[in-house]
C-alpha cells in the first residue's frame, strides 16, 4: 500500500476510514480561544480522529527561556501518541481548519520522532466537509500501543545555533509570518514588533491556493528556489511566532521535493527573550 509522507486527499482517506492501521487527528486550535478546537471537535470530526490540543499535547512547559510553544518531552510525546493508538507502523493523517498550519505541527513532531508515515491532509476539514463526506460525534477508544521514544535534533536549531549560523551566512532563514507582523505594522501575540535581522518573509498562507489547498509541487518549488536563490535546502531554516507555523512551511519544501530544511523552535517569542538577557 502506498506511503503518505507529506499531503493526503480526502478521497483517499475517505477510502480508510476502516483501515486500523490509518489513524487521524484533529489539531484544530485557536490562539484566541485555546479551547475552542476542543469544542468543535466534540460537535463533530472525521470519523475515527482523536483530538489534539497544541498547548497540552503538542508542546511544552513554557519557561523563562523558551518560546511559546517549546518542544514536548520525547517520553510524554511518544506515550500520547501510544494513546491513541499510534504505532511506528501506522499511516498517520493529521487535519485542521486551517489550511494545516496546526496540523503541521504534529506533522513535523512525529518526523522529529523518526515517523515518516505521517501526512497533512491536503484542504482540511473545510474540503472534508464540502466533499460532505462522513462526521461523528463520538471519541474513538483505541488500545493503547507502545510507541518507542526517539528523536533527531538535527532537525532543530537553538536561538544561539541560529544567531551563529546567521552570522556565519550560513542558512536562509524564512519566517512563516504574516508581512504586517514580520514589518513590525502590527503585532497581535507577541511584545515587540518586528524581525530578526537576515531573516526572509514567506508567509505560510503563499503556500496555499484560493481553495486552501497546497499549490502544486512544481509551483512551490519554484517559489521557494525564488527566495533561496543558490542556497540548498539544508541550509534553510523556518521560524514564525512560536514554531508552529513555520512547520507549514518545511512541509511545503518537502512536499515540493526540496527536503532537509530545519526548524528553529524557539522562533519570534524565543528570540525576543534571548535580547532582553542581553541587555
Avoid at 489534539?52 to 513554557?62: I, K, N, W, Y
Avoid at 488500545?143 to 550560513?170: C, F, G, I, M, R
Avoid at 521557494?224 to 507549514?248: F, K, L, R
Wanted: charged fraction near 15%; include cysteine.
Amino acid at each position: 500500500m502506498k506511503i503518505y509522507k507529506t499531503l493526503v486527499s480526502s478521497q483517499v482517506l475517505v477510502n480508510q476510514l476502516t483501515n486500523p492501521h490509518w489513524i487521524v487527528v484533529d489539531c484544530r486550535f485557536s490562539l484566541g480561544n485555546t479551547e475552542a478546537g476542543r469544542r468543535d471537535y466534540l460537535l463533530g470530526h472525521i470519523p475515527t480522529a482523536h483530538y489534539a490540543h497544541l498547548d497540552d499535547d503538542l508542546s511544552g512547559p513554557v519557561t523563562g527561556a523558551s518560546g511559546r510553544h517549546p518542544l514536548p518531552d520525547p517520553l510524554e510525546l511518544s506515550q500520547t501518541l501510544g494513546a491513541w493508538g499510534i504505532t511506528p507502523n501506522s499511516q498517520v493523517v493529521v487535519y485542521d481548519d486551517a489550511g494545516g498550519a496546526i496540523a503541521a505541527r504534529l506533522w513535523w513532531l512525529l518526523r522529529w520522532l523518526g515517523h515518516d508515515k505521517v501526512a497533512v491532509l491536503n484542504g482540511g476539514w473545510q474540503h472534508w466537509h464540502a466533499l460532505g463526506y462522513p462526521v461523528q460525534e463520538t471519541v474513538p477508544v483505541s488500545l493503547p500501543a507502545p510507541y518507542p521514544v526517539a528523536q533527531d535534533d538535527s532537525a532543530w536549531l537553538t536561538t544561539e545555533q541560529v544567531n551563529e549560523a546567521l552570522e556565519a551566512q550560513s542558512i536562509v532563514l524564512l519566517d512563516a509570518r504574516t508581512a504586517e507582523r514580520f514589518e513590525g505594522r502590527d503585532e497581535p501575540i507577541d511584545p515587540i514588533a518586528g524581525h530578526v535581522p537576515g531573516a526572509i518573509n514567506y508567509p505560510f498562507q503563499s503556500n496555499l491556493d484560493r481553495n486552501g489547498q497546497f499549490k502544486k509541487p512544481g509551483m512551490l518549488r519554484a517559489a521557494y528556489q525564488a527566495q533561496i536563490e543558490d542556497h540548498t535546502p539544508n541550509e534553510v531554516v523556518h521560524m514564525c511566532g512560536s514554531g508552529v507555523t513555520a512547520c507549514h512551511n518545511l512541509l511545503a519544501m518537502e512536499y515540493a521535493e526540496l527536503p532537509g530544511s530545519r526548524l528553529y523552535v524557539g522562533s519570534w517569542s524565543e528570540w525576543l527573550l534571548s535580547l532582553s538577557t542581553q541587555k
